[in-house]
C-alpha cells in the first residue's frame, strides 16, 4: 500500500466539538494498543527497515520524543495562546536515513 509522503499531507480542523471526547478516548488508548499489537514482536521485526523508511520502533519512540511538545502546547493553547507563532516551536530536525546508519 503506498502511503501519502507526511510533508504532503493537509489537514482538516473540522471535526464537531460532540467528537471530541471519542477523540481523546482514542488517544488515551493509543499506548496500550501499541503494546498489545508489539509486545510478542521479535526485536528483529520491530526494528526492520524496509525501503528506507522508519521501522515501527523508530515510529513509536517519535511519537514518545513529541509528547512533551504537543503536551506544552495544547496547555499554552488552553491558556490563551491561539496562534501558532505563540506555541512551543520544535526543535526537532528532519534526519535523512541515510544520515543516521
Given amino acids: ?18 467528537r471530541f471526547a471519542n477523540l481523546l478516548e482514542r488517544l488515551r488508548g493509543t499506548p496500550a494498543r501499541l503494546d498489545e499489537r508489539t509486545r510478542d514482536l521479535p526485536a528483529e521485526r520491530l526494528t ?5 523508511r522508519w ?22 493553547y488552553f491558556a490563551g495562546s491561539s496562534t501558532s507563532r505563540s506555541l512551543s ?7 535523512s536515513r541515510s544520515s543516521v546508519h
Avoid at 48 to 52: L, T, W
Avoid at 55 to 76: I, K
Wanted: glycine residues 2%; without cysteine; aromatic residues 10%.
Fill in 48 to 52: 526492520r527497515v524496509q525501503s528506507r
Fill in 55 to 76: 521501522s515501527a520502533q523508530e515510529n513509536v519512540g517519535h511519537l514518545l520524543e513529541l509528547e512533551p511538545l504537543w503536551l506544552r502546547r495544547a496547555r499554552q
Fill in 89 to 95: 516551536p520544535s526543535t526537532m530536525t528532519i534526519i
Fill in 1 to 18: 500500500m503506498e502511503t501519502e509522503k507526511w510533508f504532503q499531507r493537509s489537514f482538516a480542523f473540522a471535526l464537531p466539538a460532540s
